[in-house]
């Protein structure tokens, strides 16, 4: 007949070893959700500054094509406008000094300006278009709208970087606290099923499952 304090020392330790047991298996679980979180929210991140530096890239290019091509369009517009007014002034020079070479350069000159204000009207209305491959149109024809729409995913992706370290740091801080947890079940192993053991069995559990709350919203 087994007495009552060996059979309580026997349930102690049956119950110490499946509860070390059991906390081993969820630091393994816990190490390894850490870690696959770890590596996925670090691709993530750099997959989104990836693209956000695209984006931003492509948004610049897009602003400097466009005022490029409508400063250039402006200027040889002006110019054809100087040319006339030149060639308009010395119509009436010439037509006031009875000069007819003079009456006959303003009248070309008038002509050359309406030939290059129609050429330049022409030239900007099919900018964008062929030769010009479909990128370079895209970049010449952009709108306030589309450069406004890759803005706001560029913004997008940037949040998604920074929410990626930040699910980072809570991957470590997980990492770290189901370390201390191995730690403390080591020790309370080495100790035995004494006190010392008990107390350092239960920290390590309680470790273990301030460890587990982030894990688990990571699935949510």
């Known amino acids: 007949m087994i007495e009552p304090e060996v059979a309580s020392r026997r349930r102690s330790a049956a119950a110490f070893d499946r509860l070390a047991a059991v906390l ?17 929210e670090g691709l993530a991140g750099t997959r989104a500054q990836v693209e956000g530096a695209r984006l931003a890239s492509d948004a ?6 466009g005022g490029t091509s409508s400063a250039s369009a402006l200027l040889a517009q002006q110019q054809a406008l100087v040319i006339g007014m030149s060639g308009i002034g010395r119509r009436i020079a010439g037509a006031g000094a009875g000069d007819a070479t003079e009456v006959a350069v303003g009248t070309a000159l008038a002509a050359a300006s309406g030939r ?44 998604l970087s920074i929410a990626a370290g930040e699910h980072q740091l809570v991957a470590i801080l997980g990492l770290s606290l189901v370390t201390f947890a191995g730690v403390l079940a080591g ?22 499952l301030v460890a587990a709350a982030p894990a688990v919203t990571w699935f949510v």
Not at 31 to 39: I, M, P
Not at 132 to 159: P, S, W
Not at 192 to 206: C, E, K, Q, V
Request: no cysteine; proline share 1%; net charge negative.
């Open 24 to 40: 081993i298996g969820l630091i393994a679980i816990l190490a390894a959700t850490f870690a696959v979180q770890q590596a996925h």
């Open 60 to 65: 610049s290019a897009r602003i400097g094509a």
């Open 116 to 159: 290059l204000t129609a050429a330049v009207t022409d030239s900007i209305a099919t900018t964008g278009g062929q030769p010009v491959d479909g990128y370079t149109a895209g970049l010449l024809d952009a709108t306030d709208d589309e450069i406004n729409a890759i803005v706001k995913e560029q913004n997008r992706q940037v949040d």
């Open 187 to 208: 020790v309370a192993a080495v100790l035995g099923r004494g006190r010392a053991g008990w107390l350092l069995l239960a920290l390590a559990w309680i470790a273990a």
